[in-house]
């Protein structure tokens, strides 16, 4: 519970070092750094949050800068939308709902559902929007992927995402 109080505090200041700028610099190519700085402060201190949290002990090389890629830009889809930090705290608190409220919630139309449809469909768009940017295919699988893992690199990337 007390690491979702520290979330709270990271998305009311999102705060980004100089040092940090320049290892999203280092992995992302110009195009992907862009996508990188048109998501929210709030997005790109989550992004940086789950690239710190993952692994470099038992990747190779290219592993790293695929997961570290995909750890940046996992949630680029949401970019398309400004979600206000309510509908992202409501965001994580639904998804302890009871699974017949969260049916019942998303049988009506509004904001509410809005914000669940966005978050259910932010890896596609993440995924385009990462193969517009020339990501590798192996990225854009991640990205797709990364609420429901198909690979161990995507698992690593998934329990680092769910921790921050």
């Not at 520290?6 to 862009?34: D, G, H, M, R, W």
């Not at 789950?50 to 830009?73: R, W």
Request: contains cysteine; positive net charge.
């Amino acid at each position: 519970m007390f690491y979702r109080v520290i979330q709270l505090y990271k998305a009311v200041f999102p705060k980004i070092t100089p040092k940090e700028k320049a290892f999203v610099e280092e992995i992302l190519s110009p195009s992907q750094t862009n996508l990188f700085y048109q998501q929210s402060p709030v997005e790109q201190r989550h992004a940086l949050d789950v690239a710190g949290d993952l692994p470099a002990q038992g990747l190779s090389e290219d592993e790293f800068h695929t997961l570290m890629t995909a750890a940046l830009l996992h949630d680029c889809g949401k970019s398309l939308f400004h979600l206000y930090l309510w509908q992202r705290v409501f965001i994580v608190l639904f998804f302890h709902l009871p699974f017949s409220l969260q049916e019942r919630i998303c049988l009506k139309k509004n904001l509410l559902t809005k914000t669940i449809r966005i978050h259910k469909r932010h890896p596609i768009w993440g995924s385009f929007l990462a193969r517009k940017t020339g990501a590798t295919p192996e990225v854009q699988h991640l990205i797709k992927h990364h609420h429901k893992p198909k690979s161990n690199l995507g698992l690593l990337l998934y329990h680092a995402d769910n921790r921050n």
